[in-house]
């Protein structure tokens, strides 16, 4: 029975590993804009390379950004062509064909941005599509499935505007997710989205304003499971110090303070530290956490407060979905809250994953050097790979 339990978890922390280390969150957030200008439906992308070249053109884990203009322009024509395909868009029921702009593709893409702290970042690429609008269309409907591959969480944040004058909508999508808005001279209603979701024969469901709670709450679950391995594996380092309930709780508890002050304090602009600087110290977090498993068998006060340092960081890194989001500041508070409350369901679940398939062994005399060792050796072994790569790469 030991070896059983012992194969299961190596198997399984290897499994896990082998998931591309450079970017451990497999989740993205794509901000897209659509106008009514005359006689189009305009919608403007604003892409992220990172998902491109891994997403789209199987460049690897390791690459997230095009290097020089020459390399982007290379891949202009399958970008586009990738977008297309991936955007529906349905007016009064009828499905509207698509065709890029004139500036696509751009003559001199800006590939690199700095950000507050003055890093280099990948800058965004944005695309235009052009939907024939008819005079007498009433309604339309869009929906995207950009980044439509295994458990990659893509979100999509949509500011449809409706006129000049600033009518605008704003929409949080999940992959294939519809967004259904009234045109100009139509029956205009706020409750639209509501009356849509009405219709039980309809093939997809009609997204949410991002104002409400749930559609954060499902943002924060999908944000750890299955898209935030790093966050996963941070909590089972924390888990196999100890199974016992009390120890877990303290841990638990410390780091879901810090995560969750941070968190508020970035949503509302008053903290802010580059990813390059947070996602190292995350991975690097993994590390430390496995690695006192192999020497500690009870929890210290300088665990406490190295977990709580650590949430901290964490917290920064999962504020990234709602700033990308781009909400006024009125949306910020419920939208902080049901994506807090989804990172606890998600860390809750790991938890409780990781009591049932241990529940039957941890008793066993043997559960440490079986169990704990080569599971916090393994966890650590991918922190390290994740510091390495995302501090040179």
Known sequence: MGQRCFHLFVTLLLLLSAVPPARAHTSS???IHAAVVTNRLEVTFELN??????VVLNAGADKVRFRTPDEFAEHT?????????STRVLLDGQHAPAATTADWPPER??????????????????LTLNFPLPAAARTAELSFRLFDVGNFDATFSLHFYRSADGDARQFLLARGQTARVELPGGAASASSTNRANENPSAPETVAENPSGFLPFVSAGIT??????????????GLFFLSPRLKPLL????????AHSLTL?????????????????????????????NLYAREVKSWR?????????????GFASLIHEAGLPAGQRLPALLGFNLGVEIGQLAVVLAAFAATAWCQQRPWYFQRVTVPVSIAIAGTGIIWTIQRIFF
């Not at 390379?49 to 891994?54: C, I, S, V």
């Not at 893409?109 to 944005?126: C, R, S």
């Not at 750890?224 to 996963?232: F, V, Y």
């Open 29 to 31: 957030l794509t901000r």
């Open 49 to 54: 390379q990172a998902d491109l070249l891994q």
């Open 77 to 85: 024509r399958t970008i586009a062509q990738h977008v297309i395909a």
């Open 109 to 126: 893409p800006e590939l690199t941005t700095k950000d507050a702290a003055g890093v280099l970042q990948p800058a965004v690429i944005p």
């Open 223 to 236: 944000h750890i499971i299955p898209s935030g391995l790093d966050h996963i594996l941070f909590v089972l």
């Open 250 to 257: 303290l841990q638990v508890t410390a780091f879901t303070i």
């Open 264 to 292: 508020a304090l970035s949503v509302f602009g008053i903290v802010k530290l580059s990813p390059a600087v947070v996602e190292p110290i995350i991975a690097l977090s993994i590390t430390v956490v496995a690695v006192e």
């Open 304 to 316: 406490w407060a190295a977990v709580f340092a650590f949430g901290l960081f964490h917290g920064l």
